[in-house]
């Protein structure tokens, strides 16, 4: 007889061994096992497998989903996703595992006199729908707001653009995606005008050449880290890792260089010297497809309550770029980057040799920067230079970190300025979703209003009435939380949070409405490289816990926009993709139709013809182009990207006598952001169980901090205290001092600082100014 | 604040764990490490080819046998360093 248990067990023991070899081939170059892992997974005869997109990060791996009696009860990778060829990392084998927490959220709480009070769905929806019709009575559209997330899915964000712009008029609508990849977006748009890769993670096949910017892939993408040490081991490709950190990913790459924060800037402009003063300018390609200009100096960081800024951009020629770069030799640069002129000219040369095919990698070290964009415009100016863009193997790849970053917060638009095609400040693209979503165009307000630091800077100032907070956890993954938690305690804002989990963010709301999870609803998320997936629901979600979407359409309904949310209930996601469909059709940005991502581990927009779009701007595989030429950058009106003149400038706080360290933060392996999801995955927790300070040993022996030690940490902000973690997984370099941020019991945000990039307004979470005591 | 410390769940009653270890032997003692492991009944074991490193899955009846087991393999004179990867509890 069928031993489903027995089954089950050997099937675990699969993924276990899975598991083992991932975090293996994270830490080791070009490991091998034996053959045993190739064979995957034997198929249960009991087990009904779903395909979807992996919960957590951007890398969009293919799961499958095993459920049994109406239960999900294994995942492995899906051997047909190109993305991941059946591989998943630990988070990604154990992400069905925190479903049926104990403490899961089944049903809605009313905050009454201080206690929360289990609701009726209903009733909490009316009380919601209510609060906000009063707050606009009262004190206008503008005084409501909605703050989402990277993590929404597609039909969730579009929702909720159509809410606030569509039906209600107000541009109040940003999104955690502001915090990570808004950066990106302006330096695609300044150099490109047109947002998002140009090519896929088939360039890993082809790549001579990974140079990682800031970026820790081997645990923050670390199945695309994976396929890049097979490279490495197959092909001999070469991995250098320039960072502020030696992390896991340095010590598996060939080469670790380290610079001191912020002057990136300066290396990358140092490189570009390099290949003008080489020679290794690919002439023709620039003549061609480039132009060049600048912009304004000395921009300011943000950190003053309604900081306003706009760039003034100037064509330039090459020779003026020529001579700006003068700054910026090796020699110059070496004295304040601490990167070695040879260091320098090595990486140069990388990017200068016509016949070595390079990728450059970089995720949240270049965005979160208070220079995000400008960093984001000069990694795409040594790309341009030498033409290596836009081929298979050559390109400029900006990684996300959410699952839906792309697919939602930047396709859909969940940003102030921005509408499901093109921005607000556009008369046309107001027409176009005037026209689909049947409104008034006046109706949609053609100024943006907050960004994500300035909605909760409004929130406090009682500028804002009325939040609603949708799948992400601000009071732990802002910067300067020590400001904005108080802020969301005050009574003069109604704060509304959906969520699957109780966080730090729901104890603050006032109601607390319970989400369906991942594979208890339907769905579609964007990743990295352009690529739409989408699942169904797979199992039913616990008591009234219901889909984001439904939720905001039966608020909006109760709002008196029941003709604009006609949906049905069993079918709204996939009415809803159709409908956003529209926005997007053309040969530029065409998405796949439902039919195809039914089948499909996922389709890589432009979807023309039947075809993903591999490579975009390059007429051998983007029907887009429509120059005669090689290559279009049809983003731009005269077809040509741009290379911008940008200079070094500092960090708005550095380390001085009586703060003496600088603060990095980031991620580790096990956890998904703030940790809601995987602290309460037990084999994540426990491995992962507690954040840390990461020191320097020169450091830690001259404070006489030892290993385990609790650790104050202090800023202008506030403090933290965690233990010392010293020659451990990471390993900061000398004055610097790095703490992961997942630990909701650890807030070292209420220590960072709130800065940010005038440009994209994306917070600089890596580089402040800390002094450390022993607690 | 929340009770989100505690993350205790139904995945942890009456357990029968599955754990994944990355075992570092002692250099040049791969293959002595590789047939002890095997020795135990409870455990899987996979040597990397080209790297000194072993991938190894443990599989007992309850967290008592696990910690035992555990044990055992802590004191084997080959080995220099265990690292949990991760874990599974099914229900029994
Ligand atoms: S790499 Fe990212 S998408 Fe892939 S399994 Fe891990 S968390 Fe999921």
Same mark, same amino acid.
């Given at each position: 007889m069928y031993d489903s248990l027995t089954n089950r067990r050997n099937f675990i023991k699969k993924m276990a061994m899975l598991s083992a070899i991932t975090a293996a081939a994270s830490m080791f170059p070009g490991i091998v096992f034996a053959?045993?892992?190739?064979?995957g997974i034997p198929d249960n005869a009991n087990l009904d497998w779903k395909k979807g997109p992996c919960r %957590? #990060?951007?890398?969009g791996c293919g799961i499958l989903v095993g459920t049994e009696n109406g239960k999900a009860v294994a995942v492995k990778g899906? /051997?047909? +996703?190109?993305?991941n060829k059946g591989l998943l990392c630990v988070k990604g084998y154990h992400?069905?595992? #925190?479903?049926?927490?104990?403490?899961?959220?089944k049903t809605a709480l009313v905050k009454k006199n201080g206690n929360y009070v289990e609701t009726p769905l209903n009733e909490a929806l009316d009380l919601v729908a209510s609060k906000m019709k009063e707050s606009i009575a009262q004190? $206008?559209?503008?005084s409501v707001a909605m703050y989402t997330s990277g993590q929404s899915t597609i039909p969730e964000g579009y929702i909720a653009s159509k809410f606030m712009k $569509?039906?209600? =008029?107000?541009?109040?609508l940003d999104c955690?995606?502001?915090?990570?990849?808004a950066s990106a977006v302006t330096g695609f748009l300044t150099s490109f =005008?047109?947002?998002?890769?140009?090519?896929?993670?088939?360039d890993i096949d082809h790549a001579d050449y990974f140079v990682t910017w800031g970026n820790n892939m081997a645990e923050m993408h670390p199945v695309l880290f994976s396929r890049m040490l097979e490279q490495k081991a197959k092909r001999g490709a070469k991995i250098i890792d320039f960072a502020t950190r030696t992390t896991r990913s340095s010590t598996a790459s060939d080469k670790s260089i380290l610079f001191e924060p912020q002057t990136d800037l300066a290396v990358a402009n140092a490189i570009c010297y390099e290949i003008i003063q080489n020679g290794w300018v690919n002439k023709s390609f620039v003549e061609k497809h480039c132009s060049f200009s600048k912009g304004l100096t000395h921009? =300011?960081?943000?950190?003053?309550?309604?900081f306003q800024f706009t760039d003034k951009p100037e064509k330039i020629d090459f020779e003026a770029y020529k001579e700006f770069l003068k700054d910026y030799s090796p020699e110059k640069v070496a004295k304040y980057s601490k990167v070695s002129v040879k260091d320098i000219k090595y990486l140069a040369a990388i990017y200068g040799d016509p016949n070595k095919k390079v990728v450059s990698y970089w995720c949240m070290g270049m965005n979160q920067h208070t220079r995000g964009t400008w960093i984001n415009n000069l990694v795409y100016n040594i790309h341009l230079l030498t033409g290596k863009i836009s081929q298979p193997g050559n390109g400029p790849f900006s990684l996300t970190g959410? /699952? *839906?970053?792309? $697919?939602?917060?930047?396709e859909v638009g969940t940003?102030? @300025?921005?509408?499901?095609? $093109?921005?607000?400040?556009?008369k046309k693209d107001r027409e176009m979703a005037a026209k689909i979503w049947k409104v008034?165009?006046?109706?949609?307000?053609?100024k943006p209003t907050y960004h994500a630091t300035e909605m909760f800077r409004a929130v406090d100032r009682g500028d804002i009435n009325f939040i609603w907070v949708q799948a992400t956890n601000p009071l732990v993954s802002l910067p300067k939380t020590s400001r904005y938690r108080p802020a969301m305690e005050k009574k003069s804002c109604f704060v509304v949070v959906s969520d699957v989990f109780p966080t730090p963010t729901t104890d603050v709301a006032d109601v607390i409405l319970p989400a369906a999870w991942h594979i208890e609803k339907g769905g579609l998320y964007g990743n990295s490289e352009r690529r739409t997936q989408y699942w169904q629901k797979m199992v039913e979600s616990p008591g009234?816990?219901?889909?984001d979407t439904w939720m905001f359409i039966e608020v909006a309904r109760r709002m008196g926009f029941e003709d604009l949310f006609?949906? *049905?209930?069993?079918?709204h996601v996939e009415e809803i993709y159709n409908e956003y469909r529209q926005f997007h059709e053309g040969a530029k940005h065409g998405m796949a139709p439902l039919e195809v991502l039914e089948k499909e581990s996922g389709a890589i927009w432009p979807y023309v013809n039947g075809k993903s779009t591999q490579?975009?701007?390059?007429a051998k595989y983007d029907p887009? #182009? +429509?120059?005669?030429?090689? %290559? @279009?950058?049809?983003?731009?009106p005269d077809g040509k990207a741009v290379i911008w003149q940008r200079p070094f400038e500092d960090a708005p706080e550095k380390p001085d006598q009586e703060y003496p360290f600088w603060l990095n933060t980031g991620r580790v392996?096990? @956890?998904?952001?703030?940790? +809601?999801?995987t602290r309460r995955i037990p084999v994540l927790h426990q491995a992962m169980p507690n954040a840390y300070a990461e020191f320097h040993p020169d450091d830690a022996k001259s404070l006489g901090i030892r290993n385990g030690e609790n650790i104050k940490i202090t800023s202008r902000r506030g403090s933290c205290t965690l233990p010392a973690s010293i020659n451990e997984r990471g390993l900061p370099t000398k004055g610097q001092v790095f703490v992961p941020f997942f630990d909701e019991n650890m807030l070292i945000n209420d220590v960072?600082?709130? *800065?940010? #990039?005038?440009?994209?307004k994306e917070p600089d979470y890596k580089k402040c100014a800390v002094k450390v005591e022993r607690a | 604040m929340n009770e989100n410390s505690e993350f205790s769940h139904s995945y942890n009653q009456h357990s029968m764990p599955i754990k994944s270890y990355l075992a570092h032997p002692i250099a040049g003692r791969k293959d002595e490490l590789l047939a002890a492991l095997k020795g135990f009944d409870q455990c899987e074991v996979l040597p990397a080819e080209n790297q000194n490193i072993l991938a190894l899955v443990t599989d007992t009846l309850n967290d008592k046998e696990d910690e035992i087991l555990k044990e055992k393999i802590e004191a084997l004179?080959?080995?220099?360093l265990l690292a949990l990867v991760s874990g599974f509890n099914t229900p029994q």
């Open positions: 053959s045993e892992q190739e064979k %957590f #990060c951007g890398v899906d /051997p047909n +996703s190109s993305v992400q069905i595992m #925190c479903i049926q927490s104990k403490d899961r959220l004190n $206008g559209k503008d $569509g039906a209600i =008029g107000t541009n109040n955690n995606a502001r915090l990570c990849m =005008g047109a947002d998002e890769p140009m090519g896929c993670y088939e921009i =300011g960081y943000g950190l003053e309550d309604n959410q /699952p *839906s970053a792309c $697919g939602t917060a930047r940003f102030t @300025h921005k509408l499901p095609h $093109g921005v607000v400040m556009n008034p165009v006046e109706r949609i307000p053609s009234e816990a219901t889909p006609p949906y *049905s209930k069993e079918n490579w975009r701007y390059n887009a #182009c +429509s120059n005669g030429e090689d %290559f @279009h950058f049809y983003g731009k392996v096990e @956890h998904w952001h703030t940790g +809601s999801m960072t600082l709130d *800065s940010f #990039c005038p440009i994209s | 004179s080959s080995l220099k």
